[in-house]
């Protein structure tokens, strides 16, 4: 068992690579450990994944406020939050060690200790007076924001598991404390949803309950989403109920306005990397069938959050006629309406299949020569791998219906 998840994990990296989703970072130079770079298709799938989250948590709600905040932070921001002191991982022979990366800001005796943020969490807190002031908010409200954290972890490891540079999706729900239980199943549920959303493997995600002696100091509960990841079950997401730890340390108050009652609200943060959500989403749809006798693996996306919708091909690359058509008549329109859609002329169909299969592209397009005659095409289907004759003019329609 241990073997075959070591060799899924392997698969699943080697794949990125071949397939140009996930590159380890400065590669050329021997790597960088714990930093990886972005390819086309990993990219798009990421992004894609914020998308998904973004329009979800923020575009979709009339409570929640956006926030873009800086990464490099005064230094008082993270004395105050507590990670100056006690943001550390435990070293082999116990010596404490903490994990936020330091730069200097100016120049000679000038210069200042600055950090890269850690968590994007303090960035939404310390704007906490500029969202109020600006949009007057009435509780209960969030802040929202995605962005690179920045840890220097002793032992990156697992691929983008563990990264030393990585990025996350946080939300910080101001309310009345009265209200916590209620927002923190609230949040629970929405976070599940979300999950599903996207198409994660439900039956790999386990709630944990955090025990007291393990939560952070700010925290009066926390349920960490875990995941059946190849190399064990372990953190995906979490969500805190961080009381109001956090605007009473940066003194911060609110005043509803109506009642001019002055309190500090109190935050449920429902807190989740990009990356372990697209890690997660890689193992959720690798899947591996036999066609014509031999293995073919596939990524079984949904076609909202595939990196490519459609790929469009003309049978043959060195027939002009086939190739103008597939261009002017199938892939530029629908270029144009789904953008995420590739060209592949390389190689026999065959091999563009197997291809297109390992990028998780749902649909491929095929123009041969009956489609100079009766404008029809070939649509393969990802995951049953048959075949429909289907209308040019129709395209659109029938990829959009799918999707
Ligand atoms: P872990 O226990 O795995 O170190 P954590 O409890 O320190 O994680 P949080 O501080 O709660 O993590 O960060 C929120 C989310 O950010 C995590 O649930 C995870 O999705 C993501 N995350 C944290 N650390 C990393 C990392 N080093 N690489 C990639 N993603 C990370």
Not at 110 to 134: C, H, S, W
Not at 254 to 283: C, F, N, Q, T, W
Not at 358 to 383: A, K, M, S
Request: charged share 30%; net charge negative.
């Amino acid at each position: 068992m241990k073997e075959k998840n070591k060799d899924l994990m392997e698969k699943i990296v080697s794949l990125c690579k071949r397939r140009g989703f996930v590159f380890q970072g400065s590669e050329i130079y021997g790597g960088l450990s714990g930093t990886y770079d972005w390819g086309h298709h990993g990219l798009a799938l990421k992004n894609n994944v914020r998308q998904y989250w973004w329009k979800k948590f923020v575009d979709g709600r009339k409570d929640m406020y956006g926030i873009d905040a800086a990464i490099l932070m005064n230094a008082r921001v993270w004395e105050a939050s507590g990670h100056v002191a006690g943001f550390s991982d435990s070293m082999e022979d116990g010596k404490q060690f903490n994990v936020m990366f330091k730069t200097e800001i100016g120049a000679g005796e000038e210069a200042a200790t600055v950090y890269l943020r850690p968590e994007t969490a303090q960035g939404m807190f310390v704007n906490f007076k500029n969202i109020v002031d600006a949009f007057h908010p009435k509780l209960p409200f969030g802040m929202a924001q995605i962005g690179k954290a920045f840890r220097n972890e002793i032992a990156p490891r697992d691929f983008i598991f563990r990264q030393r540079e990585f990025e996350q999706m946080e939300i910080e729900y101001f309310i009345r404390p009265a209200d916590w239980e209620k927002y923190f199943e609230y949040w629970k549920d929405e976070m599940l949803d979300w999950m599903e959303e996207i198409g994660l493997d439900m039956n790999k995600v386990h709630e944990l309950e955090v025990p007291d002696a393990e939560r952070a100091h700010y925290s009066k509960r926390t349920i960490d989403f875990e995941f059946d990841f190849p190399f064990g079950r372990k953190e995906l997401f979490g969500l805190a109920y961080r009381t109001d730890f956090d605007l009473n340390i940066h003194n911060l108050e609110y005043i509803d306005e109506e009642e001019g009652e002055k309190m500090v609200p109190h935050v449920v943060e429902p807190s989740m990397g990009v990356d372990r959500a697209v890690l997660s989403l890689l193992l959720s749809v690798y899947t591996e069938d036999k066609k014509g006798g031999e293995t073919r693996v596939y990524l079984k996306f949904k076609p909202n959050i595939a990196p490519v919708i459609c790929a469009v091909s003309p049978l043959l690359k060195n027939k002009p006629e086939l190739v103008e058509y597939a261009n002017t008549k199938v892939y530029a329109p629908l270029k144009e309406k789904f953008g995420r859609v590739a060209w592949d002329d390389n190689g026999n169909i065959g091999k563009r299949y197997r291809r297109q299969d390992e990028i998780g592209t749902p649909f491929c397009i095929v123009v041969d020569f009956d489609t100079l005659t009766d404008n029809t095409v070939t649509v393969r289907d990802r995951d049953s791998g048959e075949q429909e004759r289907v209308k040019v003019e129709d395209l659109k329609n029938y990829i959009k219906d799918r999707i």
